[in-house]
């Protein structure tokens, strides 16, 4: 079946390539109104084709913006949740192991201070000074 069709393609598309050529040949007797014939029926041929290929290329364009409007949206939206996610364990991390060592770390520096204050005034009163 597809090689009748494209067999009958082949041959309509030599008919109409041929067709200015055979007018020209066969048509009227003088040969400027048989070469004016020839060129509009050649520039008409183009101007049929040219835009039966604009409308495909149309239509292939508007079919591939709808695609990515398909296929990109949801992709936005799956980045959007995990980053929302990323954004949670971050903030879940933070609350529940570093402001933790945070604290402990402040409550450690405190006692050092605190006990190297200590550790001062003790040598200080031991006599040491006048």
């Not at 239509?59 to 949801?74: E, R, S």
Request: glycine residues 6%; contains cysteine.
């Amino acid at each position: 079946m597809k090689i009748v069709f494209f067999v009958l393609a082949a041959v309509l598309v030599g008919l109409a390539a041929l067709a200015p050529i055979l007018i020209a040949i066969f048509g009227p007797n003088e040969w400027i109104p048989r070469m004016q014939a020839m060129a509009v029926a050649y520039a008409s041929a183009f101007a049929c084709v040219g835009a039966i290929l604009f409308i495909v290329v149309t239509g292939l364009l508007a079919l591939i913006a709808f695609q990515l409007k398909n296929n990109v949206v949801p992709l936005l939206e799956k980045a959007t949740d995990t980053m929302q996610t990323v954004k949670g364990t971050t903030q879940f991390v933070s609350e529940s192991v570093v402001q933790p060592i945070i604290k402990t770390a402040g409550a450690v520096a405190g006692a050092r201070a605190m006990v190297q204050t200590l550790v001062r005034r003790n040598n200080g009163s031991n006599g040491s000074a006048p």
